[in-house]
């Protein structure tokens, strides 16, 4: 799986948004003297910010600088699976993820909103707790919510996220958990599409309701000896979990970490292991495995003329090191279809010369943990 998808290591930070509809670092500049970080005041939903999880909700397609790098295309699937809770991941499979989601929780006397943030990557496990700090109605440019890490503030790491009719602006700052003045990590600029799937989870699970799922109150704040400290601190400066070792196994890292809300404790959301039968043409191939809700192909495996089919893309890991099965993880139940693609172009995207399989249609049931094999990848393009 490539780095480039947004995985980075130990302060894998998610957050996005900014004040004009261009992509630009809006941090100015770098500083290698972190600031002591103030006292984090949690914006009252009663009051105000509540609308979020209206607006969070569906799919976002558009496109990402993370650092220097831009990707032209890239997408996020936000739906509900709670009445409370809303939740979104990139790639989010054994190999690695990156998720955020959001929730209604109390924190210090005010009733609010925490995003949850974290990844998994060559055996480093890690979740932010962010708490919402700041709600602004910015009138023609929309409304805008800020998050800041719950213990450290924004000195530590932060993500903003501005909503302008349909279109979605998203930014994220980190500072390597307090090493440094937090700097522009990831920005996002994208149109809210296809919400048929957002609304189908919606309807399911009556949501939005300003109300607390169980795990998820933190009225009385974190346990400090699961938080991490960094060493030669005595205390944690940051609400994050962590934990590392030599397998990429989330089932085992989670508990390891101290995170008080792991990837068991979530309602509705499932699994998909996709196995994989490669044949002599593409034994050494890179494979695109594909989570779309249309058809990349038509019956024959041809891909399909039809562009938009693409931005109905869901999950799209890719798989570098000749693996032959993929997991999965935190997978909204609905239907999709599966595409798997031999890279033989080597340009990372589907593409004529590339081998395919057929474009096949699954459903994945609340909570279900789902296998596929996949025989037929080969489909020349």
């Known amino acids: 799986m490539k780095k480039r998808h947004i995985l980075f290591g130990l ?11 261009a992509i630009r670092d809006i941090t100015g500049g770098t500083n290698s003297n972190p600031q002591p970080s103030a006292e984090v005041i949690p914006a009252d939903i009663n009051t105000d910010g509540f609308d979020f999880f209206e607006k969070m909700q569906g799919h976002w397609v558009g496109s990402n600088r993370v650092i220097a790098d831009d990707y032209p295309w890239f997408a996020w699937d936000y739906r509900a699976i709670s009445k409370s809770h809303i939740h979104g991941i990139h790639e989010g499979g054994s190999l690695g993820n990156l998720l955020t989601s959001f929730f209604v929780t109390n924190y210090k006397g005010k009733r609010t909103i925490m995003g949850r943030n974290g990844g998994l990557l060559s055996g480093i496990y890690r979740t932010s707790y962010f708490v919402l700090d700041k709600v602004e109605d910015r009138n023609s440019e929309g409304k805008y919510y800020r998050f800041v ?3 450290g503030n924004k000195n530590i790491m932060s993500f903003e996220l501005r909503f302008k009719n ?39 699970t009556n949501y939005p309701q300003n109300a607390i799922d169980s795990g998820l109150d933190f009225a009385d704040g974190f346990k400090a000896e699961n938080l991490y400290v960094k060493q030669g601190e005595q205390a944690a400066t940051s609400a994050t979990f962590l934990a590392q070792q030599a397998n990429n196994n989330i089932y085992e890292l989670a508990p390891q970490s101290g ?24 034994t050494d191939t890179n494979l695109l495995v594909y989570l779309s809700k249309d058809p990349l192909t038509d019956a024959n495996g041809y891909l399909t003329s039809s562009f ?5 893309l869901l999950h799209f890991p890719s798989l570098e090191n000749k693996e032959n099965t993929f997991l999965f993880t935190y997978l909204h139940p609905g239907e999709y279809y599966l595409t798997v693609i031999a890279d033989k172009t080597g340009d990372g995207t589907p593409s004529q010369g590339d081998i395919l399989s057929i474009s096949k249609k699954i459903t994945v049931a609340p909570l279900e943990n789902k296998i596929e094999n996949v025989t037929n990848i080969d489909v020349q393009n």
């Open 166 to 204: 349909d279109s979605l602006y998203f930014n994220s700052y980190t500072s390597n958990l307090g090493s440094r003045i937090p700097t522009r990590h990831m920005t996002f600029k994208g149109k809210k599409m296809h919400m048929e799937l957002a609304q189908a989870a919606a309807s399911a």
């Open 11 to 21: 302060c894998i930070t998610l957050a996005l948004a900014s004040c004009e509809d």
């Open 259 to 282: 995170d008080p809300y792991q990837i068991t404790d979530h309602p509705r959301l499932g699994t998909l292991t996709v196995n994989l039968t490669r044949n002599n043409q593409i």
């Open 149 to 151: 890490d719950a213990i």
């Open 308 to 312: 938009a089919a693409f931005d109905t």
